[in-house]
C-alpha cells in the first residue's frame, strides 16, 4: 500500500472547501462547480507532483478530512522545494479533461484541499483504478473543468493513502539511473506515468502526428532514439548517444563531464553537447550546434548551419553542399572547416588553423562574434533591410545594412555599417557567443550618428545586464568596455532607447569581442572570394584561388594571397607577404615587411608602408628566373618588371632579385636603397643617396654611384667573374676621386671624392670590382720590323717592337666589338682618348684611343721618386682629367685589339710606350669559351688554377700616384 504517489498541482482556492469542522460535510464545495484549472499557456502537465502522505492520528488508512480528530500531513513540491502541508479535505467532482491534442475524456476527479487553500488532482484508489486511470494516463493534461460534485458534499470522508503509483503523463519520456535505451519500445519508470517515443503522446503538434517527444534520460550512459517529430531530449549525466531523427529537434547532451555522441539526424536541429569531448553531427537540415567546453568534434551535415565551438580546441567543419555556415570557433585552438559554400568564421581566441573551402568566406581569426564587421550580404542600393549572418533582431531578424554613402559617411571598416533603426517598435540586435566561465573579454565598436541626427543614444547589454550607453557623434569613434564570460551563450545586445519610427538610429561598425591575446592562427581561404582577418597574433593566411581581401593584424605574420586580385594588408608587425599570381594590392603595414613576388606575379600595386620599420621593407624576387628591371621614378617608388607581369611599388627599401640579367636603374632615387641582384650578369645604377648594391654571382656593372655608397661585386667561384665599377659614368672625374686597395687583389678598397678645391667630401666602399682588359683601337699604329703598322692589319707571327726584348713575335690576337647600344648601357668602356702631345711632345705622336683599363708607361726621375722605380704601368683612366685625357664620349662604337706575346711586353703605340695583353683569371673568364680554349692551347700554363705563369713586366700605379707624378 504506497503512500507516495504523483498528483496535479491546481493552484489556490480563496474558496475554503470545509470551513467547519467536526463533521464530514464540504459546506462549499459546490462553489467550484465550473471552474477549469489548466490552459494551454500554462498546461497541467507541467504541474505534475510527487506527494507522501503523513499520518498523524485517525484512520490510518486515510488522510482525516475532519481537522478536529487528527492532523494528517502530505509532502510535496509545488514550486518553492519540498514543503510540507495539513491535509483539510476532499471532494469527488465529474470532471471533463482536455489532452495536449485537444481531446477530452469524462473523468470522476478527487481533488484535495489542504488548510492553506491548495487544490490538487490526486489519483485513483487501488480499488477504483479503471477507468479513469486510463484517461488520466492516455496523454498529458492541459486542463480539467469540475462539472458537479459526485453524490453531494459528505461523499467522501477522507482521502485513502493506498493510491496507484502510476503517474499522470506530463509529456517527459524519464529515463532511469542505470543504462537506457530509450527509444519506440521504451517504458519509463511507473511512477512517471506511460509517455512514449512516437506513442502520439507529445504535448504538440498536430503536424507531426502529436510526436514531439520530451526525454529526460537522466543518470548513466544512455541511448535515445527520439524518432519522428521536433523532439526535445536531455542526455542528463552519464556519456549518452543521442539521435533526433525526423524533425527540428533540440538536443542536449547534459551535465557533467562526459563524452556524447549526438546526431541531429533531418530537419533543423538544436544541439548543445555541453561539458565534455562530445561528437556532434547536425545532419540535414539548418541546424544550431553549440560544443560547449571540451574538445569538440562538429560535423554541420548538410544545409546552412550555425556552429559554436565554445570552450576547448575543438575540430569544426560546416559541412557539405553548397550551404552558407555560420562558425564560432570561441576559445581554443580550434580546427575549423567551413567546407563550401559562402562561410562566415570567426576564429575566436586561442591558436586556431582555419579552412575556408571553395565559396566567398568571410573570416576573422580572432574575433569571437561573427560577421562583426556586417559584411554579409550586399545592400540593395545604398542600402535594404535584410538577414546577416551571426545576429538577430527584433524585426524577424531584420537588420538596416547600409555600404557606402549613408549621409555622406563611409563605413569604419570594410564595405557595410549597419543603423539601428529599422521597425517602429523598439529596435535591438544580439548575438549569442559561447565563452569561457570567468574569463575576461574585451568588447569593441565604433559608433557614430547618422549626419543631423547628433543626441541619439544607444544602450549596450551582456548578458541582458546594461553595461553602457553610448551617445556618438557625428564622426566615427570606438567604444571599448571589458565583460566577463559565464561559461556558457553569453548575449551581447545593442538597444535603441526610443523607436525611431524607421526614421534616422545610430550607425553600429567593426564589433569585436576577443581576449586581448591574439591566437597564431593558420587561415587558408580555399577557393572563392574570401575576406580573412588575422588579427593578433603571428597568424599564416592563405586566400587560395579567388580575389581575396587579407588582413594581417598586429604580429608578424605570413601572407599568400593565392591565385587572384586580392587586397593584402600585412598590419602591424615583420610580415612575409606573396601576393600570388593576379594583379594584387598589397599594403605592408608597420614593420620590416618582406614582400615576394614569384612565378607569374601579375601587375601588383605594392606599398611597403613606413612606420615602425629596423631595416625597412623589401620585396623579394629571388624566385624569379627571367631578367628583371627596377625602375625608381622617386624615392622608394617605381617599377619592378620581369617583361611578363609588372609591380608597381611606394614606400620599398630593399630589394632582392633573381638569377636573371637584371637592370636595376636608381638615378631617379633621392632616398637609399638596397639591392641585391642576385646571380646574373645585372647593371646596377644607383641614387642620389646613400645606396647599397650587391652585384651577386656574375658579370655586374655598377654606376651612378657617390658619396656613402657600399658596392659589392661579390665573388663568383674561382674568382671567375668581371665586376666593374664605373666611377665616371656616375659624372665622377680624376680630378675628384681618389681609389685606394685594401689588398693587393685590387679589388676592395674606398673611393675618396673631393671637390673642386680638392676637399674630401666623402668616400664608398667597394669590394670584389675586378680589373677591366686593357687594349688598343683600330689606327694604332705599332711599331714593328716593318715599321709603323695599324694595329688593325697586325696577324699572329708579326714582328712587334718591345722595349725590354726586341722584336718579338705576336702569338695571339683578340678582338671585342662594342656597338652604340652596348656603348650607351655601358658607357664605362668608352675609350679614353690620348690627344697629341698630351703626355709630352711627341707623346703620344698622334691621338690614341685604347680602352679605359689599358696601361701605359710612365718614366723619369718624378716616378722614381716618388715610387722607387724609374718605370710604371697605369690605366688609361687614371690620366683622365689632365689637359688632353678625356673620355671619347662620341664614339658610335668601337673595337678593341689585343696583342699577346710570350711575356707581358712594353710596345710603341703612335710614339707612346704601353703594354701589351696581359691575361689574368679575371680576363680570362670573361671571354668566350672558345677564345679562352686557344689561348689555353698557345699558353698552356693560363690553365693551371691558382698559377701565375704571365707576370706584369711592371708594377702598377695607383691612381694617387699617377696624379702626384703628373702634378711635379
Known sequence: MPNTFSWIYLGTSTTVLDPTEGNTVAENASALVGQTYGSTTDPLYNHVTQVTMNDLGGNATALDQDNTISNDTFTTNIGAGTQTFTFDATIIYNAT???ANGTTATVSAVLAQDTAGHLFLAPDSTATAAPDTVAYQNMPIVSIRLDSITGGT???????????????????????????????????????????????????????????????????????????????????????????????????????????????????????????????????GNDSILGGTGADTVDGGLGADTILGGAGNDSLYGGTGTFNDVIAGGDGADRIDGGDGNDWIAGGSGDDTILGGTGDDYIDADNMLVNGSFEAGVPAGSWSAQAIAGWHSNSSDLVEVWGSGIAGASPSDGSNSIELDYAGAVDAIWQDVATTASQSYTLSLSAMARSGYSGESFQIYWQGALIGTVTPGTDWATYTFTVTGSGGLDRLEFRELSSENNSAGNLIDNVSLTTGVGGNDTVDGGAGNDTILGGAGNDTLNGGDGNDSLVGGSGTDSILGGVGTDTIDGGTGNDTIDGGAGADSIAGGDGD?????????????IMGGEAGETIGDTIDATAISANQTVTFTGGEAGTLTDGTSTATFSEIERFLL?????SVNGAAADLSMYVDAGAGNDSLTGGSAADTLIGGLGNDTFAGVGIGDVVDGSEDPGNTDVDVLDLFGSGWTKATTDIHFSDLTNENGTVIFYDSFGTIIGTMDFSNIETIVPCFTPGTLIATDRGEVDVDDLSVGDRVLTMDHGYQEIRWIGRRDLGAAELARLPKLRPVLIAKDALGDGVPARDLRVSPQHRLLLRGAATELFIGEAEALAPAAHFLGQPGVARDAAAAGVRYIHLMFDRHEIVRSNGLWSESFQPGAATLSSMDDAVREELFTLFPGLSVPGALPYPAARLTLKRYEVHQILAS
Open 154 to 284: 459528505t461523499s467522501y470522508a477522507g482521502i485513502a493513502t493506498d493510491r496507484i503509483v502510476t503517474g499522470f503523463d506530463d509529456g517527459w519520456v524519464e529515463g532511469t539511473a542505470g543504462n537506457d535505451l530509450i527509444n519506440s519500445t521504451y517504458v519509463e519508470p511507473i511512477a512517471n506515468g506511460t509517455d512514449k517515443i512516437d506513442g502520439g503522446d507529445g504535448i504538440s503538434s498536430s503536424t507531426t502526428s502529436w510526436q514531439d517527444d520530451r526525454v529526460r534520460a537522466g543518470a548513466g550512459n544512455d541511448t535515445v532514439l527520439s524518432g519522428l517529430g521536433n523532439d526535445y531530449v536531455d542526455g542528463g549525466t552519464g556519456t549518452d548517444s543521442i539521435d533526433g531523427g525526423a524533425g527540428n529537434d533540440s538536443l542536449y547532451g547534459g551535465t557533467g563531464v562526459f563524452n556524447d555522441t549526438i546526431l541531429g539526424g533531418t530537419g533543423n536541429d538544436t544541439i548543445d553537447g555541453g561539458d565534455g569531448n562530445d561528437s556532434l553531427l547536425g545532419g540535414d
Open 97 to 99: 479533461i482536455t489532452y
Open 593 to 605: 615587411d618582406l614582400i615576394k613576388l614569384t612565378g607569374t606575379f601579375g601587375n601588383d600595386t
Open 658 to 662: 633573381g638569377s636573371g640579367n637584371d
